[in-house]
């Protein structure tokens, strides 16, 4: 039922209101950013979906946040602490198409890559991965790159110069969405940088997320197959 609606259920904590309808309106469903909520904020949000039966997907949620859940409300989730993401219910059947492969530069960037790939899996999408193929062994890359012609979206996570989004753009014609890491040295740590150097890409058609942001890059692939899926002739 509509979240104004008749009969709406009441959220747990009154600072909190989720919105249950966001899937049926946009094909994406609300996630709970736990970043600077505050632990009963987080409990109450859990508390609410394992009483509707709802599946729910918490990002950002640290390992010392995680640890301070009330014991039945951490055993009931899925929890990764390198994505920082914890998943309530079971996962849907995961789709292989459209063809999705994620790309890291270096292992450094495996935290928001691993998000994005539990953002898929919520939304019931498969994706390759394939780490460590920076540009600095550029070999490593052009090992891949048949396969990674096969794929219909490509995301790239990399920080320092943040170069293979723009090498791997002009590599492939599937869509590359960026995703600059706060991985480097110096001027380069924080990611601004990289976050720079790929909005400056002169590769065509990158699109580029904020930083560390593996969700934001999930969600828009998430799109992009709904509109796949929309697009495509009744069978």
Known sequence: MSETGKGTPKDGDPHVTFDRDRAA????DEAVLC???????????????????RRLLLTRLDAAQHGRLPDELRG??????????GILG?????????????????????????????????????????????VAGLWRLLAREEQL???????????MDAALPSVLAGLVPGVVIGVPTSVGYGVATGGRVA???MLASCAAGVTVVNIDN???????????????????PAQ
């Open 149 to 159: 012609r096969d794929m219909d979206i490509v995301i790239v996570f990399a920080g």
């Open 35 to 53: 970043g600077h909520k505050t632990d009963a904020q987080v409990a109450a949000i859990i508390g609410d979906a394992v009483r509707e039966g």
């Open 90 to 134: 079971a996962l849907p059947q995961l789709a292989s198409t459209p063809r999705i492969a994620l790309v890291s530069a270096g292992t450094s960037d495996a935290g928001p890559m691993a998000e994005a790939q539990r953002v898929l899996a919520f939304a019931g999408l498969d994706a390759t991965a394939i780490s460590d193929v920076g």
């Open 195 to 197: 976050l720079d150097a």
């Open 76 to 85: 009931a989730l899925d929890y990764c602490a390198l994505s920082r993401t």
């Open 25 to 28: 309106r946009i094909g994406i």
């Open 214 to 232: 593996g969700y934001g890059a999930a969600t828009a692939a998430v799109r992009l197959a709904n509109m796949m899926r929309r697009a495509a």
